[in-house]
């Protein structure tokens, strides 16, 4: 099984702050996803990657596929950026999710 | 826009009671999965399906059973609901394992 871990596990950021939120994990992959999940509980789906960098606004998600390392960034934080963030990748036919960092941004 | 919908936001249920947690996508998509949430534990999967009529269990499946009779539909049963139970419990589908769409999630608990 692909084990993956998500440091930090809690962030208290302040507005405007350039947020940083790690993934690792132990196996070799294919692609690996990016989740956020809001208070209320719906989770939706921020990013798909396999290799480099993808950009989305104020998120930017990159991998290192040889270092099994991925990071999402958030530049201009925002209290609206408030949420769960969760890291996810392939494990045989399903996906292994990372524990979460649960993002509080404060006005 | 896949849409994939879950029966109820919030669900109260005595302990002992028989659970039914629906979910329907609109998408065609062959994989369905029921994960549930804990704080501290993150997302574990519960069960899934490629397959109308075809389950497999996932890490946690212990008194929980499913139902999919129909593509679009993947059921969660709890035969007997108790309160080590209360979660969140999320659905999601898929055409490819990796890239799942979830839905609203079900907040139950169980007294």
């Known amino acids: 099984k692909n084990e993956v871990e998500q440091s930090p596990q809690n962030l208290t950021a302040q507005e405007g702050e350039f947020i940083t939120i790690n993934c690792s994990y132990s196996v070799g992959i294919s692609a690996l996803h990016w989740l956020q999940q809001h208070p209320g509980g719906g989770i939706v789906s921020l990013f798909m990657?396999?290799?480099g960098k993808k950009k989305h606004g104020r998120l930017i998600a990159t991998i290192n596929i040889q270092e099994k390392h991925s990071s999402l960034h958030i530049t201009a934080s925002h209290p609206r950026d408030s949420a769960v963030y969760i890291c996810?990748?392939?494990?045989?036919?399903?996906?292994?999710f990372g524990e979460g960092t649960q993002l509080t941004v404060n006005p | 826009d896949v849409k994939v919908t879950q029966s109820s936001r919030y669900l109260v249920k005595r302990t002992g009671e028989k659970v039914f947690l629906e979910c329907v996508q609109d998408?065609?998509?062959?994989?369905m999965f029921w994960y549930r949430q804990d704080p501290g534990l993150g997302l574990r999967l519960i069960y899934f399906?490629?397959?109308?009529?075809?389950?497999e269990k996932g890490d946690i499946p212990e008194g929980y059973s499913v139902s999919r009779e129909k593509k679009e539909r993947f059921s969660l049963i709890l035969e007997s609901a108790s309160t080590n139970q209360t979660s969140m419990y999320l659905c999601?589908?898929?055409?490819?394992?990796?890239?799942?769409?979830f839905g609203p999630g079900t907040r139950l608990t169980v007294t």
């Open positions: 399906s490629y397959d109308v009529k075809m389950k």
């Open positions: 996810a990748v392939p494990s045989g036919s399903r996906l292994t």
């Open positions: 998408m065609d998509h062959e994989n």
């Open positions: 990657l396999s290799s």
């Open positions: 999601a589908s898929s055409l490819q394992p990796y890239e799942q769409y």
